[in-house]
């Protein structure tokens, strides 16, 4: 039996740091060797867990090979993006450059979203975040300009301005600035 909820009982929406993350090659890697793809998600998932918890955030859902996280600080949102980024780098330098590794691609979105009581989110925010992962490189970190202009160029990161865009399903275009931590190396040119 199907059950709606009716009209006027969701809660309102509020500003939250939607953090979306997949795995890159997930399921070329699943074809190669399950077993092994499945402990380097488990090794994965571990530090996204941890991770956000040191940044104040919450796990959402960690279904598949995705991760979503939400945080009531856009700061301590992009600080978890880089820092999971930082912390998966050195198990992928340490390993053999012929085995698989399963890096992970991120998109940071500060917006409007619907929070269920049982935790889950809903909305334009959620969407933008997800939108803007599946923009990323594997290894990198995609924000919106929301979340830039709020956090702007400093301590917490650098930003490189990728452009505006049109985001699959979102009525308006979105710029989008990829994340690094301050004193990287820019990527472009």
């Given at each position: 039996?199907?059950?709606?909820?009716?009209?006027?009982?969701?809660?309102?929406?509020?500003?939250?740091?939607?953090?979306?993350?997949?795995?890159?090659?997930?399921?070329?890697?699943?074809?190669?060797?399950?077993?092994?793809?499945?402990?380097?998600?488990?090794?994965?998932?571990?530090?996204?867990?941890?991770?956000?918890?040191?940044?104040?955030?919450?796990?959402?859902?960690?279904?598949?090979?995705s991760?979503?996280?939400?945080?009531?600080?856009?700061?301590?949102?992009?600080?978890c993006?880089?820092?999971?980024?930082?912390?998966?780098?050195?198990?992928?330098?340490?390993?053999?450059?012929?085995?698989?590794?399963l890096?992970?691609?991120?998109?940071?979105?500060?917006?409007?979203?619907?929070?269920?009581?049982?935790?889950s989110?809903?909305?334009?925010?959620?969407?933008?975040?997800?939108?803007?992962?599946?923009?990323?490189?594997?290894?990198e970190?995609?924000?919106?300009?929301?979340?830039?202009?709020?956090?702007?160029?400093?301590?917490?990161?650098?930003?490189?301005?990728?452009?505006?865009?049109?985001?699959?399903?979102?009525?308006?275009?979105?710029?989008?600035?990829?994340?690094?931590?301050?004193?990287?190396?820019?990527?472009?040119?």
């Open positions: 039996m199907t059950t709606h909820t009716p009209a006027g009982t969701l809660p309102a929406s509020r500003l939250m740091a939607i953090l979306a993350a997949d795995a890159a090659g997930f399921s070329r890697l699943m074809a190669i060797d399950d077993r092994l793809t499945v402990e380097l998600l488990d090794a994965a998932r571990a530090v996204f867990r941890a991770t956000c918890l040191e940044h104040h955030g919450r796990v959402v859902d960690m279904a598949g090979d991760v979503l996280l939400a945080f009531d600080s856009a700061t301590s949102a992009l600080r993006a880089l820092s999971v980024q930082q912390r998966l780098a050195p198990a992928r330098a340490a390993a053999d450059a012929s085995a698989p590794r890096p992970f691609r991120i998109g940071v979105h500060l917006g409007d979203v619907i929070e269920k009581p049982d935790g989110v809903y909305g334009n925010g959620v969407n933008i975040a997800a939108r803007l992962q599946a923009r990323a490189e594997p290894d970190v995609m924000v919106s300009q929301a979340l830039r202009d709020l956090i702007g160029p400093g301590p917490v990161a650098q930003f490189e301005d990728v452009g505006e865009h049109w985001l699959k399903n979102i009525t308006e275009p979105v710029r989008i600035w990829r994340a690094l931590p301050p004193g990287s190396a820019p990527k472009q040119a």
